[in-house]
């Protein structure tokens, strides 16, 4: 048994989205069809981004597994020639059998394109959202740097379960035009469901002077989705690409209004160990902050998460479940306290 990794582009306009469902045909679908066919065994595959009904891939990334001696760099061209063609696998290499494209460290980059003139050109409506009203560049740019860094954008998401973790890195926000076309490219840890859309929809009034830029901080402050501007058109999106971290991040900073901490990850491939100071955090989001950091540091690999709040050392509650770990103090380090996984 082997687990191939592929690269997998496509036109989205006509699939209900990646994810198999039942009210349309899905690129989930097609790829578990034909490398079933090509294969000759059933074939199920993991993708790493579930993109909605109507949006498009130059790079999304995919893995299965199979027990057929086909080599796996070969799997691209073969399968390719089953596929629809606005279905096209750009690559595909072997991968260790534990790796899932979900759970690596990545960098996850979109674009939003924007047709931006009085009159529609048909052979651009597919792959760009038409808005007839000129908008501003310049204001679209000071309301997107709101936007950069770690934040709650429970504004900029569609709830799919109610206690999913809002939080999110975008790393760039970048707003181009070049002729009619404006282009929002964001970089990012990963997106909650419809936030890119989101994101560009609450631009795009920015631009159209409904929104003044400054605007877009308190949208993100008020943690409201009805606050937020409108989910824009489908088939705007286009799901760039994915990079995979290559070596573990040494120190993640994460900083905003609400808070500041810095997660020391030096140790733990050598020792399993990593160290995680809170420098200040308000009330409402420590309890979250201290599950968020620390699973982050366990599913790189961490055994033991020391932890310090340099605001207030006593706001730890030994023994308190926090989400999958409770806290005790460390019998090696004082002011430390040691995290434990609890059943």
């Not at 740019?141 to 809002?166: I, P």
């Not at 020391?264 to 160990?273: L, W």
């Amino acid at each position: 048994m082997k687990r191939v990794k592929m690269i997998v582009a496509y036109d989205g306009t006509n699939y209900c989205g990646w994810q198999i469902q039942k009210n349309g045909i899905t690129i989930e679908e097609v790829l578990n069809k034909a490398l079933t066919n090509l294969l000759k065994e059933p074939v199920t595959v993991i993708g790493a981004s579930r993109t909605d009904s109507g949006v498009h891939s130059e790079g999304n990334v995919a893995v299965f597994d199979t027990e057929n001696r086909m080599p796996a760099d070969k799997i691209c061209f073969a399968l390719n020639h089953r596929l629809p063609e606005d279905i096209r696998v750009l690559h595909s290499e072997e991968v260790f059998p534990g790796y899932h494209p979900r759970k690596q460290n990545c960098i996850k980059t979109y674009e939003y394109r924007i047709m931006n003139r009085k009159i529609e050109i048909p052979t651009l409506r597919l792959y760009s959202y038409f808005c007839y009203v000129l908008l501003d560049v310049d204001l679209m740019k000071k309301g997107a740097a709101y936007l950069v860094g770690e934040h709650d954008f429970k504004s900029f998401s569609t709830a799919r379960r109610q206690a999913e973790e809002t939080v999110r890195t975008i790393y760039s926000l970048e707003v181009e035009k070049s002729g009619d076309l404006i282009t929002l490219r964001i970089k990012g840890s990963g997106f909650l469901y419809n936030m890119v859309r989101i994101i560009a929809g609450t631009l795009i009034k920015v631009g159209m002077g409904v929104y003044q830029p400054e605007h877009v901080e308190k949208i993100l402050d008020a943690r409201d989705r009805n606050e937020a501007g409108p989910k824009a058109a489908a088939q705007g999106l286009t799901l760039v690409n994915l990079e995979y971290e290559k070596e573990l991040e040494q120190e993640i900073k994460g900083q905003n209004k609400e808070w500041s901490y810095t997660l020391s990850q030096e140790n733990i491939v050598s020792k399993g160990e990593a160290r995680l100071i809170i420098h200040r955090c308000r009330e409402e989001d420590y309890g979250r902050l201290l599950t968020r950091v620390v699973h982050q540091a366990v599913r790189n690999g961490a055994e033991t998460v020391y932890v310090m709040d340099e605001e207030d050392g006593e706001r730890i509650i030994s023994g308190k479940s926090y989400g999958f770990y409770i806290f005790q103090p460390s019998d090696e380090k004082q002011g430390w306290y040691v995290t434990q996984k609890h059943s």
